[in-house]
Protein backbone atom coordinates (compact mmCIF):
# COMPACT_ATOMS: atom_id res chain seq x y z
CA UNK A 1 0.00 0.00 0.00
CA UNK A 2 3.17 2.11 0.39
CA UNK A 3 4.33 1.80 -2.58
CA UNK A 4 0.61 2.67 -4.11
CA UNK A 5 0.22 5.45 -2.70
CA UNK A 6 4.27 7.14 -3.25
CA UNK A 7 3.96 6.33 -6.88
CA UNK A 8 0.27 6.20 -7.76
CA UNK A 9 -1.37 3.93 -10.15
CA UNK A 10 -0.72 5.69 -13.48
CA UNK A 11 -2.45 3.67 -15.75
CA UNK A 12 -5.41 3.70 -13.52
CA UNK A 13 -5.29 7.56 -13.34
CA UNK A 14 -4.45 7.35 -9.69
CA UNK A 15 -2.29 10.13 -8.47
CA UNK A 16 1.22 9.80 -5.95
CA UNK A 17 0.61 10.73 -2.63
CA UNK A 18 3.90 11.32 -2.62
CA UNK A 19 3.77 14.96 -1.45
CA UNK A 20 2.39 13.92 1.68
CA UNK A 21 5.00 12.82 4.42
CA UNK A 22 5.72 9.02 4.82
CA UNK A 23 4.33 9.42 8.47
CA UNK A 24 1.32 10.38 7.28
CA UNK A 25 1.18 7.84 4.66
CA UNK A 26 1.72 5.29 7.22
CA UNK A 27 -0.99 6.50 9.51
CA UNK A 28 -3.50 6.81 6.48
CA UNK A 29 -2.37 2.55 5.76
CA UNK A 30 -2.89 1.89 9.57
CA UNK A 31 -6.57 3.77 9.32
CA UNK A 32 -7.60 1.74 6.28
CA UNK A 33 -6.47 -1.62 8.04
CA UNK A 34 -9.20 -1.09 10.83
CA UNK A 35 -11.81 -1.30 7.75
CA UNK A 36 -10.91 -5.34 8.25
CA UNK A 37 -9.96 -7.40 10.93
CA UNK A 38 -8.24 -10.18 8.91
CA UNK A 39 -6.05 -7.83 6.83
CA UNK A 40 -2.66 -9.15 6.39
CA UNK A 41 0.43 -7.41 8.45
CA UNK A 42 3.29 -6.65 6.86
CA UNK A 43 6.21 -8.50 7.08
CA UNK A 44 9.95 -7.87 7.86
CA UNK A 45 10.93 -8.85 4.51
CA UNK A 46 8.56 -6.11 3.16
CA UNK A 47 9.45 -3.55 5.44
CA UNK A 48 13.03 -3.86 4.68
CA UNK A 49 12.27 -3.99 0.96
CA UNK A 50 10.22 -0.50 1.39
CA UNK A 51 13.53 0.37 3.08
CA UNK A 52 15.33 -0.28 0.51
CA UNK A 53 13.59 1.25 -2.06
CA UNK A 54 12.93 4.35 -0.41
CA UNK A 55 15.15 5.23 2.39
CA UNK A 56 12.64 5.90 5.02
CA UNK A 57 14.65 5.85 8.14
CA UNK A 58 16.89 8.84 6.80
CA UNK A 59 13.57 10.84 6.59
CA UNK A 60 12.05 13.55 3.83
CA UNK A 61 12.62 16.96 3.49
CA UNK A 62 9.10 18.47 2.49
CA UNK A 63 9.78 21.92 -0.18
CA UNK A 64 9.30 25.07 1.92
CA UNK A 65 5.79 26.20 1.47
CA UNK A 66 4.19 29.23 2.18
CA UNK A 67 0.59 30.32 3.46
CA UNK A 68 -2.24 29.91 0.49
CA UNK A 69 -3.18 33.68 1.52
CA UNK A 70 0.56 35.18 -0.03
CA UNK A 71 0.48 32.37 -2.96
CA UNK A 72 -2.67 33.64 -4.41
CA UNK A 73 -1.45 37.77 -3.92
CA UNK A 74 1.56 36.31 -5.64
CA UNK A 75 -0.57 35.09 -8.45
CA UNK A 76 -2.47 37.98 -8.33
CA UNK A 77 0.25 40.43 -9.17
CA UNK A 78 2.34 37.97 -11.50
CA UNK A 79 -1.29 38.31 -13.86
CA UNK A 80 -1.86 41.91 -13.35
CA UNK A 81 -0.41 42.98 -16.43
CA UNK A 82 -2.03 40.13 -18.44
CA UNK A 83 -5.46 40.84 -17.06
CA UNK A 84 -5.34 44.34 -18.38
CA UNK A 85 -4.31 42.76 -22.31
CA UNK A 86 -6.87 40.42 -21.78
CA UNK A 87 -9.18 43.60 -21.31
CA UNK A 88 -8.02 45.22 -24.05
CA UNK A 89 -8.32 42.17 -26.45
CA UNK A 90 -11.93 41.66 -25.34
CA UNK A 91 -12.86 45.45 -25.72
CA UNK A 92 -11.31 45.85 -29.03
CA UNK A 93 -12.90 42.72 -30.61
CA UNK A 94 -16.27 45.15 -31.15
CA UNK A 95 -14.18 47.24 -33.11
CA UNK A 96 -12.37 45.19 -35.44
CA UNK A 97 -14.03 44.18 -38.83
CA UNK A 98 -11.17 41.91 -39.56
CA UNK A 99 -12.17 38.13 -40.88
CA UNK A 100 -11.04 36.73 -38.24
CA UNK A 101 -12.68 38.82 -35.50
CA UNK A 102 -15.92 38.78 -37.43
CA UNK A 103 -15.82 34.81 -36.82
CA UNK A 104 -14.37 35.36 -33.36
CA UNK A 105 -17.79 37.53 -32.39
CA UNK A 106 -19.53 34.52 -33.99
CA UNK A 107 -18.27 32.48 -31.87
CA UNK A 108 -16.91 33.40 -28.67
CA UNK A 109 -18.72 33.01 -25.46
CA UNK A 110 -16.09 34.17 -22.78
CA UNK A 111 -13.72 36.30 -24.48
CA UNK A 112 -11.75 36.45 -21.44
CA UNK A 113 -11.12 32.63 -21.52
CA UNK A 114 -10.61 33.40 -25.51
CA UNK A 115 -7.97 36.34 -24.94
CA UNK A 116 -6.00 34.79 -22.33
CA UNK A 117 -5.10 31.47 -24.65
CA UNK A 118 -4.58 34.39 -27.44
CA UNK A 119 -1.67 35.14 -25.40
CA UNK A 120 -0.58 31.92 -25.00
CA UNK A 121 -0.74 30.90 -28.40
CA UNK A 122 3.09 31.67 -29.86
CA UNK A 123 4.33 28.09 -30.36
CA UNK A 124 1.32 26.57 -31.10
CA UNK A 125 0.23 25.44 -34.36
CA UNK A 126 -3.35 26.05 -35.75
CA UNK A 127 -3.73 22.30 -36.14
CA UNK A 128 -3.41 21.84 -32.56
CA UNK A 129 -5.16 24.89 -31.43
CA UNK A 130 -7.90 22.96 -33.19
CA UNK A 131 -7.31 20.29 -31.34
CA UNK A 132 -7.27 21.76 -28.20
CA UNK A 133 -10.53 24.19 -28.94
CA UNK A 134 -12.60 21.08 -30.73
CA UNK A 135 -11.77 19.22 -27.53
CA UNK A 136 -14.11 21.27 -25.17
CA UNK A 137 -15.06 24.66 -26.99
CA UNK A 138 -16.80 25.59 -23.55
CA UNK A 139 -14.09 25.23 -21.37
CA UNK A 140 -11.67 27.27 -23.45
CA UNK A 141 -14.65 30.11 -23.71
CA UNK A 142 -16.00 29.31 -27.15
CA UNK A 143 -19.97 28.53 -28.30
CA UNK A 144 -20.04 24.67 -29.40
CA UNK A 145 -21.04 25.81 -32.60
CA UNK A 146 -17.63 26.68 -33.30
CA UNK A 147 -17.30 23.07 -34.30
CA UNK A 148 -18.90 23.92 -37.31
CA UNK A 149 -16.57 26.08 -38.98
CA UNK A 150 -14.87 25.51 -42.20
CA UNK A 151 -11.12 24.91 -42.12
CA UNK A 152 -10.86 28.46 -43.75
CA UNK A 153 -12.51 29.93 -41.06
CA UNK A 154 -10.36 28.01 -38.48
CA UNK A 155 -7.26 29.25 -40.23
CA UNK A 156 -8.66 32.97 -40.46
CA UNK A 157 -9.54 33.03 -36.49
CA UNK A 158 -6.39 31.63 -35.78
CA UNK A 159 -4.36 33.73 -37.25
CA UNK A 160 -6.58 36.64 -35.53
CA UNK A 161 -5.96 35.44 -32.26
CA UNK A 162 -2.43 35.23 -32.95
CA UNK A 163 -2.44 38.07 -33.91
CA UNK A 164 -3.96 39.93 -31.46
CA UNK A 165 -1.88 38.11 -28.58
CA UNK A 166 1.43 38.63 -30.24
CA UNK A 167 0.23 42.84 -30.22
CA UNK A 168 -0.63 42.92 -26.85
CA UNK A 169 2.68 40.94 -25.65
CA UNK A 170 4.83 43.52 -27.30
Known amino acids: MYKTLQEGIVQNGMQSFNYLPAEDRFALIHYIRTFAADFPMDSTAELQDLEKMY ?64 LGLNGMSSEEFVKVVASDPVLVGFKPSILRLSKEEWNALYAYLTKVGKEKKS
Do not use: C, H, Y
Not at 79 to 84: Q, R
Not at 103 to 111: E, L
Open 55 to 118: SLSKGSKLAPRIPIKLAMMNIAKETEGSAKSVQGLNSGLAKDEEAGAVIAKQVISNGTKVFTMA
